[in-house]
């Protein structure tokens, strides 16, 4: 499977909307499944594909639909362009190249550093310069 990411749209051929029956037909069983927030108001439903390096996240609330992806492979690309390892720099320029501004920096309480744009709903997460995850919704 490619893992291009596709703004606001998913990765490869998994698309935001999708319900766990329709993903697991496409890539098969989760090597870990796990359920959070019950007892608030997003209880949601993620499934881990270790050896894929990505976690997909479906909200309950809304038919146990595919909503947002965490994704740490090295294979991944976005705009063709392989990321994970690259400085804030060269994703910042990277995103200004596609026209796409308006980002937010902010130092989590865990360590890491990250650079948002809300308004294409992704994050790119840093350690130490570099970039190790991205996360990103419809």
Same mark, same amino acid.
């Given at each position: ?7 606001? &749209?998913?990765? $490869?051929?998994?698309?935001? $909307?999708?319900?766990? /029956?329709? #993903?697991? &037909?496409?890539?098969?069983?989760? *090597? !870990? #499944? +796990?359920?959070?927030? +019950? *007892? ?7 499934? @881990?594909? @270790? ?11 809304? @038919? ?9 492979? *090295?294979? #991944? !690309?976005?705009?063709? &362009? ?6 804030? =720099? !060269?994703? /910042?320029?990277?995103?200004? +190249?596609?026209?796409?501004?308006? !980002?937010?920096?902010?130092? /989590? *309480?865990?360590?890491?550093? =990250?650079?948002?744009? /809300? +308004? ?19």
């Amino acid at each position: 499977m490619k893992l291009e990411i596709q703004l606001k &749209k998913g990765i $490869g051929e998994l698309l935001f $909307g999708s319900t766990i /029956e329709n #993903v697991m &037909k496409q890539i098969g069983s989760a *090597d !870990e #499944v +796990e359920d959070i927030g +019950e *007892d608030i108001e997003y209880p949601t439903t993620i499934l @881990h594909y @270790h050896n894929l390096g990505f976690s997909l996240f479906f909200d309950n609330n809304d @038919h146990s639909l595919l909503t947002c992806i965490d994704i740490d492979s *090295d294979g #991944v !690309e976005i705009f063709g &362009k392989k990321l994970i390892g690259s400085s804030p =720099r !060269e994703v /910042e320029e990277l995103m200004i +190249e596609n026209k796409i501004y308006n !980002e937010t920096k902010e130092a /989590e *309480d865990w360590g890491e550093m =990250r650079i948002s744009f /809300e +308004e294409y709903s992704i994050d790119f997460y840093f350690i130490d310069e570099k970039l190790v995850s991205i996360t990103f919704g419809k």
